[in-house]
């Protein structure tokens, strides 16, 4: 079984400021990959940024970055100079790498991130 | 816009009564998913195709839910005898074969329904 963990079910930010939000998961699985997606409100859910799990480095993708603590279990997502347009649910997720064809996604109950002007 | 799409985008019925949801999946996109997402919550799986074979069903998939995939590839999602536990967004997902697809899932706007 997989679970995924958000302790933190809001958070705000200043425009142009960064903010952290944290994750935690769980798995029986030797490889695997972690994303973070973006739901903006009334909008369909999109993808912020991966990580293999095989890999040590951390995933950046222009503003968003991650910090992976495989042994930790811990999969944090760093957003820098924060936009109005971040403004939206997160989610944390995880699915296997390998091993079959179904490659579900576990997710956690999400961070609602809001930017102040 | 070639992404995952669904129809409706709303629904509300009375209890009792059945629903259909469609997904259109990206078309070259060979596995298919939906799940659930309660308020509050994130998505929670519900069941997965590869082309046209429903390979997984998951325990939340009551004997009220039904879905298809007919030729492998528009997917309905049926509820039949509706009740108001049911009320959720129903999100519908797809990725291609492949390893270099990082198994990332391409999600539609997904299906209101409220259940009075």
């Known amino acids: 079984a997989q679970t995924v963990t958000q302790s933190q079910p809001e958070m705000s930010v200043q425009e142009a400021e960064t903010v952290t939000l944290s994750c935690t998961y769980d798995?029986?699985?030797?490889?695997?990959?972690l994303f973070w997606y973006k739901q903006p409100p009334s909008r369909q859910m999109i993808l912020v940024i991966r990580?293999?799990?095989?890999?040590?480095q951390n995933a950046t993708e222009n503003r968003f970055s991650v910090n992976f603590q495989k042994a930790a279990k811990s999969f944090s997502l760093k957003i820098s100079d924060s936009q109005l347009g971040d403004a939206a649910m997160y989610f944390c997720?995880?699915?296997?790498?390998?091993?079959?064809?179904?490659?579900?996604?576990?997710f956690g109950k999400g961070t609602l991130l809001t930017v102040n002007p | 816009d070639t992404g995952v799409s669904q129809d409706p985008r709303h629904k509300i019925t009375k209890r009792g009564q059945n629903v259909t949801f469609r997904c259109d999946p990206i078309?070259?996109?060979?596995?298919l998913y939906w799940y659930r997402q309660t308020l509050g919550q994130g998505p929670e799986f519900l069941t997965y195709?590869?082309?046209?074979?429903?390979?997984?069903k998951s325990r939340l998939l009551s004997d009220r839910f039904s879905a298809e995939r007919p030729k492998g590839s528009f997917s309905t999602l049926e509820i039949q005898r509706t009740e108001q536990g049911d009320s959720a967004m129903y999100l519908c997902?797809?990725?291609?074969?492949?390893?270099?697809?990082?198994?990332?899932?391409?999600f539609g706007p997904g299906t209101r329904l409220t259940v009075l």
């Open positions: 078309s070259e996109h060979n596995r």
């Open positions: 997720a995880l699915t296997k790498r390998g091993g079959g064809s179904n490659y579900k996604l576990t």
């Open positions: 798995t029986s699985e030797s490889d695997y990959y």
């Open positions: 997902a797809s990725n291609p074969q492949g390893r270099a697809t990082y198994n990332e899932q391409f």
């Open positions: 990580q293999e799990a095989y890999k040590q």
């Open positions: 195709f590869q082309n046209e074979a429903q390979l997984e």
